[in-house]
């Protein structure tokens, strides 16, 4: 696949992070980045200083294109933040034009421009649209783009209800864009969210962007039937902890544990945190609350125990090499003995590459559509 991104007659080297031979065959941008960049460019080029935000740039193309033009980028992925670094500087792009913000974070006021990639989740979605509700001006330029199949009614109904009058283009490359003229008023927020998880008394806290985020994945429901029992005082990582439920769950029943909760979701974090200071307060001290890709940032040999319920995408793309890097790196992490606990659909071949990775794994039940495997590290 060609990583060479061709846009205002400059070329951009570009790739998705985590590098792979998986991920250098995926492309780092679509065709809804070159019609945002068609619209900004030209205003840019015509008029100086204008206050820049963009949103939902997921491997940093549209950043990239910016070149040294000084801009904001939101991102609810730390991965995201990762992937604009490192391709601003393969193209020797200045990392001091680009202010990066958090999904949990408020936006900057006084915006001129708004550049937004439309995610999947139309929750998240409206949340970010309440976000720039609370801050943008009547005259401030909001261009949205994604494939022309999502553009329905529906989704220009909530740029309606969250900002203001909204138009959509016609399709070119498969891909539409999306103008919207905010009324200038703030809108409340409607997430965070609660909900009951009645069978295990727990009260869970979710983010707009945090998967299964108004019901209990029935992966994980599976898992917390089968959490491991601990040895007194063990540090365990809820890796990709999403609202936290596992590590919740394991710290109510085996309150002498010690947890680290790490996503690469700013919002799966902070729901965790919520989670945990909810229902387990005086269990705080306990937990440690990590954005991160996947345990880069956990020392060497020094977990007890990782729990996990691996995705098998990035964004639209299928794909396991998340799940892998997973196992890589619960092996380097974990101690000589400690083992890696997931769940996991039946038709994903993670039996054999645990046992490959880890020296063996162990069948701890199934059900008709889930696995839940165990591997201990070799001593």
């Avoid at 250098?24 to 941008?29: F, I, T, V």
């Avoid at 604009?84 to 974070?105: H, K």
């Avoid at 890696?340 to 038709?347: C, P, Q, W």
Wanted: aromatic share 6%; net charge negative; glycine share 6%.
């Amino acid at each position: 696949m060609n990583t060479i991104f061709t846009v205002a007659d400059k070329q951009l080297q570009l790739d998705r992070l985590p590098l792979g031979q998986s991920n250098r065959s995926l492309q780092a941008w679509d065709a809804a980045d070159e019609l945002l960049l068609q619209q900004a460019l030209p205003l840019l080029n015509e008029r100086a200083g204008l206050k820049v935000l963009v949103m939902h740039d997921l491997f940093g193309a549209l950043s990239c294109a910016l070149g040294d033009y000084p801009h904001s980028q939101q991102n609810d992925s730390v991965l995201s933040q990762q992937a604009t670094v490192y391709n601003r500087q393969q193209n020797g792009l200045s990392a001091d034009s680009v202010c990066f913000i958090d999904s949990v974070t408020a936006l900057p006021a006084d915006l001129d421009l708004v550049l937004l990639k439309v995610p999947n989740n139309h929750g998240y979605l409206r949340f970010m649209l309440q976000q720039l509700s609370q801050v943008v001006r009547p005259d401030t330029l909001i261009i949205a783009a994604a494939k022309a199949k999502d553009i329905h009614k529906n989704l220009l109904a909530i740029f309606e209800q969250e900002l203001g009058p909204t138009q959509a283009s016609l399709a070119q490359k498969k891909c539409r864009t999306i103008h919207c003229s905010p009324r200038g008023e703030a809108r409340a927020f409607t997430y965070p969210i609660q909900w009951e998880l009645p069978d295990y008394q727990l009260t869970l806290v979710n983010h707009a962007n945090v998967f299964a985020k108004e019901q209990l994945d029935i992966g994980a429901r599976f898992l917390l039937e089968h959490l491991p029992m601990l040895d007194a005082g063990a540090l365990v990582a809820d890796l990709g902890c999403g609202n936290g439920v596992l590590g919740l769950a394991l710290l109510k029943q085996q309150p002498e544990a010690k947890v680290i909760f790490t996503d690469d979701s700013y919002m799966a974090v902070e729901s965790s945190k919520a989670s945990v200071e909810l229902n387990a307060a005086e269990l705080m001290s306990q937990c440690e609350f990590r954005t991160d890709d996947c345990l880069a940032g956990q020392a060497d040999q020094s977990l007890d125990y990782v729990i996990c319920n691996p995705p098998f995408h990035q964004q639209q793309a299928v794909t396991e090499h998340i799940a892998w890097q997973m196992f890589n790196d619960a092996k380097r992490c974990l101690k000589a003995g400690g083992k890696l606990r997931i769940v996991a659909n039946r038709h994903l071949p993670y039996y054999e590459k645990m046992t490959v990775l880890l020296g063996g794994c162990r069948h701890i039940a199934s059900n008709n559509k889930f696995v839940i495997l165990e591997s201990t590290k070799r001593k």
